[in-house]
């Protein structure tokens, strides 16, 4: 869908005008940002709308004019994040909020696995370590089974039969990440949950999909998951909060509430109604591009048509770094230059490249890139981060580079012409 396209080159430009720091850091120091997957680049509309808010010191839980509008902003936020971002059906399944996505992993991960009747919990060898140590950790604590599905090193994910053959009629949990961020491969969710569901009908499934929400709509309703969890601060929104869908059945299972609260309520005190006002600027900005492409008024329309323009573009992008042009070649092409986990340019792959250079450490080369402006990072079998994961997909490490759908081809461009110049420097 949409192959070659790239966005209108003023659509583009006015992309571009609504982030942070798109050409230089906060120290004023030229800068290519192709470190997304660490935390992506800013809207300005999301900082602003957190800033804005923040300053009200009225109580939402009031009934005067002030407090009226913060409920609003709530109201707006929670349906914005539910029913348009999740996916959701109206009405369905409850809204769970941390600090942190990770603390949205474990409460969701644990009232399953503590609740749930089963003798094992099922999960893939390259998960996030929130979603892999809550999955581990819940399983020891109830005396279940904690099974793994090993990686394909040759893609960078993990293939459905590896999943299905670990999943019976005994499976409690299936816990499956959308997407890699370490590789760029997006999971088959769709599949996977029909066919796991094939094995156990009434299996609880959830999934971690920080990494796959800055590329794509999610779908909480037509995959008919338990649980989603996504990071704002990782798809062109804030820090200091984690989001994360519960369905109905999920909801009802024992949880942290205050007692006099409904049963499938999972609001533990007042959250921010500044950090609701940020949520919902992240959306308008997708529904805006959405609109570039559709007269359809429903918000959660343009956001799934948003984010498929936005993916066809990262897919030109990464189809421009692999490839190049005549007169720039493109990774696949620059001698020295490893590329790991490559394939086919489409929808199985969100805008992430796993990478090295034959020769070189993978910190040295990321300070290489550093020195010349440009930021990427390494994940090695050093870090507790990252070790699990790149010794699982057969690897001691790698460099990612992470761009978004707001660079262009000129930023690709420059990252090939540095990248020629290391390899160049290494080669002599």
């Not at 001698?335 to 992430?352: A, N, Q, T, W």
Request: hydrophobic letters at 40%; glycine letters at 6%; one cysteine or more.
């Amino acid at each position: 869908m949409h192959k070659n396209f790239t966005f209108d080159p003023e659509l583009q430009k006015e992309i571009k005008s609504r982030f942070y720091y798109m050409d230089e850091n906060p120290l004023g120091r030229k800068r290519l940002f192709f470190e997304n997957s660490g935390g992506s680049l800013r809207l300005k509309a999301c900082v602003e709308a957190k800033t804005r808010y923040e300053q009200i010191p009225d109580c939402p839980l009031r009934y005067h004019d002030v407090s009226l509008k913060l409920h609003e902003i709530k109201d707006k936020g929670i349906r914005d994040l539910m029913e348009v971002l999740f996916g959701a059906a109206p009405g369905e399944g409850a809204l769970v909020t941390e600090l942190t996505p990770s603390k949205v992993t474990f409460s969701i991960t644990r009232a399953i696995v503590e609740n749930v009747p089963g003798t094992n919990v099922v999960t893939t060898a390259i998960e996030h370590p929130s979603a892999y140590d809550a999955a581990r950790m819940y399983a020891e604590k109830t005396g279940k089974e904690f099974r793994v599905a090993k990686a394909n090193p040759e893609n960078g994910g993990v293939d459905v039969d590896e999943i299905l053959k670990l999943v019976n009629k005994d499976t409690c949990l299936l816990s499956v990440m959308s997407a890699s961020n370490i590789s760029g491969k997006v999971f088959p969710m769709k599949e996977i949950v029909e066919k796991a569901r094939q094995i156990k009908p009434d299996l609880f499934i959830i999934s971690d999909a920080v990494q796959h929400a800055p590329h794509a709509a999610l779908y909480a309703h037509d995959l008919q998951l338990d649980g989603l969890v996504i990071a704002p601060y990782k798809a062109m929104g804030i820090r200091g909060c984690g989001y994360g869908y519960v369905s109905d059945r999920v909801a009802a299972l024992p949880h942290d509430k205050l007692l006099a609260k409904p049963e499938k309520e999972w609001e533990l005190g007042t959250y921010p109604h500044a950090n609701f006002a940020a949520m919902s600027a992240m959306v308008d900005y997708i529904c805006w591009i959405g609109r570039h492409y559709t007269d359809i008024q429903d918000r959660r329309t343009q956001y799934v048509v948003g984010f498929q323009y936005c993916h066809a573009h990262e897919n030109s992008l990464l189809e421009r770094m692999l490839e190049g042009t005549e007169a720039l070649p493109g990774l696949r092409h620059i001698p020295g230059v490893e590329l790991y986990f490559d394939g086919p340019v489409d929808d199985s792959r969100d805008l992430v490249v796993a990478m090295g250079l034959k020769g070189m450490d993978y910190t040295a080369l990321r300070e290489e890139y550093d020195k010349r402006g440009v930021l990427v990072f390494e994940r090695i079998n050093t870090s507790e981060y990252s070790k699990r994961i790149v010794e699982s997909l057969g690897r001691t490490g790698l460099l990612r580079v992470s761009p978004l759908h707001c660079h262009d081809f000129s930023d690709i461009d420059h990252f090939l012409e540095i990248t020629w110049d290391i390899a160049k420097a290494q080669a002599r």
